[in-house]
């Protein structure tokens, strides 16, 4: 398929759009070529574990030096990497009216959380844009997404949630949203409304199927707890993966802060692999 993209840009006749179909098609690439680097070392550091093989023995069989093995796992993305997918990755943040303003808004903690998750990805290799999704939550996720907004804001992150065998998002009895073991009927509400005073949220993460393709959604019960959720990857996605791999998967966090700073944060529900 992208062999038939670069032919159509080598044969577009209009200059601007060859130049933007041109740029467009290099970040691909790129993307693509981190992700390789990626799976290389996987690879590399799986057959030395699987078949017993010195990273000598490696290299000599794959065709490259020892050095170029040492200088591969050094410098080569690391595995948690794909949590989040190929790239390019776009950030997804819901938008919100506000009476007296015109244009659509935002909030504070969503703006934050977006921004942490950027810098979290970009320091991953991938390339990022941010998205505003509409009032109403009527939008199309294409390619890589990590959706920083709950099943209220949207319906495509509540129809994502709804593919969830182990964990549901949804209000309980007295209108309050909280998370809830589907087995169990254990229950995770967020501090802040059992009292204002409390600085405490959980949020729903994970990687989901959405209409076939792969959806990575973080949803704090408040927005704080998205906050929560980007502050626990940024420290431990690596145990994650350890734990995940490229499977679907979701998990709880529960998260303190005071004001919009994260002090803590933490897994409350364990990730599960999705079937």
């Known amino acids: 398929m992208e062999t038939d993209e670069f032919e159509a840009v080598r044969g577009e006749a209009d200059a601007l759009t060859r130049a933007r179909r041109a740029t467009s098609l290099i970040a691909t690439y790129q993307q693509r070529s981190t992700e390789l680097a990626r799976l290389r070392r996987l690879a590399i550091e799986q057959a030395a574990r699987e078949r017993g093989m ?58 934050i959380a977006a921004e942490r998750m950027t810098q979290v990805l970009t320091d991953y290799g991938f390339t990022v844009e941010q998205y505003r999704i509409p009032i109403g939550g009527e939008w199309t996720p294409m390619g890589d997404v990590v959706a920083i907004c709950g099943p209220k804001s949207s319906h495509v992150t509540a129809d ?9 998002f949804s209000p309980n009895e007295s209108g309050k949203w909280v998370l809830q073991e589907r087995s169990t009927g254990r229950v995770f509400t967020s501090g802040m409304d059992a009292d204002l005073a409390t600085a405490s949220d959980v949020a729903y993460i994970g990687k989901l199927n959405y209409r076939g393709t792969d959806l990575f959604v973080i949803a704090g019960v408040h927005a704080i707890g998205s906050v929560g959720a980007v502050h626990y990857f940024a420290g431990h996605a690596a145990e994650l993966y350890a734990q995940v791999g490229d499977h679907r998967w979701s998990a709880i966090v529960a998260s303190s802060h005071d004001g919009e700073t994260i002090t803590s944060s933490e897994l409350v529900c364990p990730p599960r692999i999705h079937e």
Do not use: C, H, N, W
């Open 54 to 111: 010195t990273l000598a023995a490696v290299a000599a069989e794959i065709g490259l030096s020892k050095g170029r093995i040492t200088q591969i796992r050094q410098s080569a993305p690391p595995p948690e990497r794909g949590l989040f997918g190929v790239g390019p990755i776009t950030v997804a943040v819901p938008t919100r009216a506000m009476p007296g303003r015109g244009l659509p808004v935002i909030s504070a903690e969503d703006s």
């Open 160 to 168: 994502a949630m709804e593919s969830d065998p182990y964990l549901s």
